[in-house]
């Protein structure tokens, strides 16, 4: 498996060969999904809220830069210092001079695909820095050496015994398969470093303009712990992230964690304002945000694709995906995964980079039914296919094929020639076979003759048949 | 009423026989008929694969013979769905958006014609077989076509409807999907088989003659008990070649 | 710091968002409140509460009386603890302070989270706490959560370091759901004086292995609210 976009289609055939693969994401996907509809059902709002969301956020990618003012002022206003990051670089540099500052040799995280995206576990370390996340599914993932295999569940493919095995190789203890014990051994492990760490290192799901508030939604604590033991916290968010007001944040906590773990709410919803206060024993003594760009005001900028900004990264179109539920997270190469990941990697990655995946879909919708902010990841993939096409050039021949067949298909004579002659070529030299050998599809499946007369050959004779059979006095003869 | 038929290239050239029956329901129910012979197709296969320019050539020739329809009727969801709804993505040389979403407007899928439009459900069919439905994708999610084909089956005489796991779960088909990506397509198809499998059902029925084809290939190559249909096949009773003696 | 990258990209976004024009759609946004709250009675609001903490796997001690609930509160204390408890400071219920009266009871190693002395802080004094006892602002009887705001004197790690969070509220904290606090909660905010809440619901879990659901990942693994039922309908 490599962690390549461009090997997506060498990665899938790792995925589809895996039996157990296929059984534990099969299971996961189905038992969320069906937990999921049975929330659902109950909410008789759930399309309003959808709705809702959806308009929300294309208001703020019209007045991005009003929001972005508004959350910066009172971001700085209850304490935080505000950063800016046009890229990789820049969002890893900022953080780093935050860490050199303050002496920080360990850096707990909490769960960032952001921070993924832009690689900060790597640079950091190769910097004597010590990052150590503290998810139990991306702490797996991190002893592993591997990047998560799902965006919100990071560990799901893996089994107790191979977290037994890893804990018992990396951390030095006796080995055991039992979950409880596993987690327990985690939760020790990550007290220690939660402890001790001089800095936090999260996301943010959102960030409210109105109110300069961080929010991080979360299940273990971890999030808790990074961003109230540490001395010094620092968020990375995409500019997309920022919302209006607490009323927003509303429409999005009722459909975030239904979409991305089928639960009304998820365990801890954390509100963060600011650093620790004047007489206070807890909490950070600096808190500072990173606003990165990285590629989005790309995104902003390109009117049939901005709405891929509304994503709030919930997991629902990979659960939903049927192709994500046959190859998994890794074999899309990079950080973001499924349809939405389909989308993003060409724009973010570029399309000679993400190319093969917007065509890794039967474009079947279930993503965008099931979108909780109503993003038409389908009609998205379409778009990128054609601009794939205009825009490198290794599509010449499917393309000429392509051109040969418009030229047919819009001169009806030169078509119903062509069918003749096709008819033809069958009868002298397959006459007999009831299926035809077409290249990749014949090996798996059988591909049909053509009837003998198509429908157009037929249809002067069924014509008249029909006038015989329509009834004079019909309900329906005679215009309405 | 006249009603012109969309005969998609699929049904044209390999099914043929849907063609025929959706034209002999609609004339028994009073329609009058009427089939543009210049019609070849709507422009979807280059459309999926991402060669819009190509697409808008095909569906250029495809709105100049269909633009003084008064009303056009079709049996498959997805090249309906491509003329109503994907149209509008494309640039046309003599059509304005506003055009060609008003001809658009006058397309319908088979089933959604009769049960949304016309309100008829019983169009006198028989059919003996235990029964599942296939939801296919466009005619599900694009238009919005859920409830109507159920409604066609549940007054099929003789026919016995058992739904399947799933039915809502892509075919895998997808277009030039299927050879881009064969395995996935293969398993997607294989998955839906074994749930039509899995409730006993003798047929399962869908909307889309590329979703049938697909499905019925997978079938034939691994020698099973189930036949892929048209609803169009089960409501009129022609059958295609190879499923002769189906249903009666 | 980041002078040049912000102007750059501020300039870059002023530029498209001259061009794009998307109202607010502040009807839209009202009309995706939760219709329910008004078909349920105060007391099926408190059922609901109950019903989702079971489901979550936490617990709901109902008592009629404070000395009832001061009972409770010293019986589960003495069942769970293994080490120290500490109360929130100051914290009291319908106007009776709980520390005095839990000491009256006997529960051993109670301490109330008074004020540490100057460079102490809470994540050292609580780090291996076993039990942390918290009033609450509200609780949402839709999603079973209970809504802290963290003042001065309820340190986020109180509810967070030790193995078992107790919550004591009563029933007229209760409010039909999110949709209903946030509109107290944007009165807070107005004025805050707090740096964080904490929205809680259930106890620290984790599913990350095998989807198997284990409690008290990083926080506690135990969530039970006291809850002193009265005819208080707010």
């Known amino acids: 498996m490599k962690a390549d976009p461009r090997y997506f289609k060498m990665n899938i055939r790792e995925s589809l060969a895996d039996e157990h693969l296929q059984t534990v994401l099969r299971k996961a996907c189905d038992e969320v999904l069906v937990k999921r509809a049975q929330i659902v059902a109950e909410m008789p709002h759930w399309q309003q809220l959808r709705d809702a969301a959806s308009r929300i956020k294309a208001h703020v990618m019209a007045n991005l830069d009003t929001y972005l003012l508004q959350l910066e002022r009172n971001l700085t206003a209850n304490g935080v210092k505000v950063h800016w990051a046009r890229d990789t670089e820049e969002a890893r540099n900022e953080i780093l001079e935050i860490a050199r500052k303050h002496n920080v ?157 089928a639960q009304r709410l998820p365990c801890y919803v954390n509100l963060i304002r600011s650093p620790r206060r004047e007489g206070e024993h807890e909490g950070p003594e600096e808190v500072h945000v990173v606003l990165l760009d990285n590629g989005r005001t790309e995104i902003l900028d390109d009117d049939e694709m901005v709405s891929a900004l509304h994503c709030i990264r919930c997991g629902a179109c990979l659960n939903v995906c049927p192709i994500f539920q046959r190859v998994g997270g890794h074999a899309y190469g990079w950080v973001y995964q499924g349809p939405i990941g389909s989308v993003l990697t060409p724009l973010y990655r570029g399309l000679n980079v993400g190319y093969q995946l917007p065509f890794a879909s039967s474009l079947c919708g279930a993503c965008s039914e099931i979108c909780p902010v109503k993003i038409d990841i389908h009609h998205l993939l379409l778009v990128l296919r054609n601009r794939i096409h205009h825009n490198l050039s290794d599509w010449w021949l499917e393309r000429t094929a392509f051109r040969l067949w418009a030229f047919g298909s819009s001169r009806p004579r030169f078509y119903r020639f062509a069918e003749r002659l096709l008819r033809l070529f069958l009868r002298l030299f397959v006459p007999h076979a009831k299926e035809l050998p077409v290249p990749v599809w014949s090996k798996t499946r059988a591909f049909p003759r053509p009837a003998r007369r198509s429908f157009h050959r037929r249809w002067r004779r069924l014509a008249k048949e029909l006038e015989n059979e329509r009834p004079r006095t019909g309900e329906h003869s005679g215009d309405l | ?80 769905s491509m003329v109503r709804i994907f149209y509008r993505q494309l640039k046309f040389k003599k059509y304005t958006p506003q055009e060609v979403a008003e001809i658009g407007g006058r397309f319908y899928e088979f089933s959604e014609f009769l049960v949304k439009k016309m309100g008829i459900t019983d169009v006198g069919a028989h059919f003996e077989g235990r029964v599942t439905y296939h939801a296919a994708c466009h005619l599900l999610r694009e238009l919005g076509v859920r409830n109507e084909p159920l409604e066609l089956l549940k007054h099929v005489r003789g026919l016995e409807f058992v739904p399947m796991k799933d039915a809502e779960a892509c075919c895998g088909f997808g277009g030039t999907f299927s050879v881009k990506y064969p395995l996935l397509s293969t398993s997607m198809g294989e998955y839906k088989v074994r749930q039509a499998l899995a409730v006993n059902a003798d047929y399962v029925v869908m909307n889309d003659v590329s979703c049938m084809m697909h499905l019925q290939g997978i079938i034939d190559r691994q020698n099973l008990p189930l036949r892929a249909l048209h609803i169009v096949h089960v409501l009129s009773g022609l059958m295609p070649p190879s499923a002769r003696g189906s249903g009666s | 710091m980041s002078e040049k990258a912000r102007k750059e990209i501020l300039t870059r976004i002023r530029r498209i968002s001259s061009r794009r024009e998307f109202p607010y759609d502040r009807a839209g946004v009202e009309a995706s409140l939760d219709p329910r709250p008004r078909q349920r009675t105060f007391s099926q609001h408190v059922e609901l509460f109950v019903q989702r903490q079971l489901e979550l796997g936490g617990l709901v001690h109902e008592a009629a009386t404070v000395s009832e609930l001061i009972d409770r509160l010293a019986r589960r204390l003495t069942d769970v603890r293994d080490g120290s408890i500490w109360v929130e400071r100051g914290l009291t219920i319908t106007d009776v302070r709980l520390l005095e009266r839990l000491r009256e009871t006997g529960v051993p190693d109670l301490h109330e989270a008074l004020e540490p002395a100057e460079g102490v802080l809470w994540k050292n004094l609580l780090a291996d706490a076993s039990v942390g006892v918290t009033g609450a602002d509200w609780l949402l009887a839709e999603t079973g959560s209970v809504v802290l705001v963290h003042r001065t004197g309820r340190p986020r790690v109180l509810s967070l370091l030790p193995r078992h969070h107790f919550v004591v509220a009563s029933s007229g904290q209760l409010v039909p759901n999110l949709d209903e606090v946030i509109p107290r909660l944007e009165q807070l905010h107005a004025d805050p004086d707090f740096p964080a809440v904490t929205i809680v ?15 008290g990942v990083h926080g506690p693994q135990n969530l039970e609210v006291f809850l002193l039922v009265g005819s208080q309908e707010p």
Not at chain 1, 132 to 160: N, W
Request: include cysteine; hydrophobic fraction near 40%; charged fraction near 25%.
């Open chain 2, 1 to 80: 009423m006249k009603v012109w038929l969309f005969i998609p290239c699929l049904v044209d050239q390999f099914y043929p026989e849907v063609g025929e029956g959706m034209a002999r329901i609609l004339t028994r129910l009073g329609f009058e008929l009427e089939y543009p012979a210049a019609q070849t197709c709507c422009g979807q296969p280059a459309f999926n694969s991402g060669y819009f320019d190509e697409a808008a050539v095909v569906a250029e020739h495809f709105l100049d013979v269909f633009r003084d329809a008064p009303l056009v009727v079709g049996p498959s969801g997805s090249c309906i």
């Open chain 3, 201 to 215: 619901t259930g106890s620290s879990r984790t599913a990350d292995i095998e989807k198997i659901l284990i409690r």
């Open chain 1, 105 to 261: 040799w360990t850096a707990v995280k909490s769960k960032s695909m952001t921070s993924e995206e832009v690689g900060l576990n790597a640079f950091l370390e190769e910097r004597k820095i010590r990052p150590v996340e503290t998810d139990l599914g991306e702490y797996i993932q991190q002893l592993s050496g591997e990047p998560p295999f799902h965006i919100v569940t990071p560990a799901m493919h893996r089994s107790r015994q191979d977290v037994g095995r890893i804990f018992a190789e990396k951390l030095g203890v006796p080995y055991t398969e039992d979950p409880e014990s596993l987690t327990r051994i985690a939760r020790e492990k990550l007290r220690d470093a939660f402890l001790t760490a001089e800095m936090g290192i999260t996301g943010a799901n959102f960030a409210v303009a109105e109110t300069g508030t961080i929010v991080i939604v979360e299940n273990e604590g971890n999030a808790r712990l990074t961003t109230t033991a540490p001395k010094v916290h620092v968020a990375l968010l995409g500019i997309e992230k920022v919302i209006p007001t607490l009323q927003d944040l509303r429409v999005f906590l009722n459909l975030l964690s239904i979409s991305s773990t």
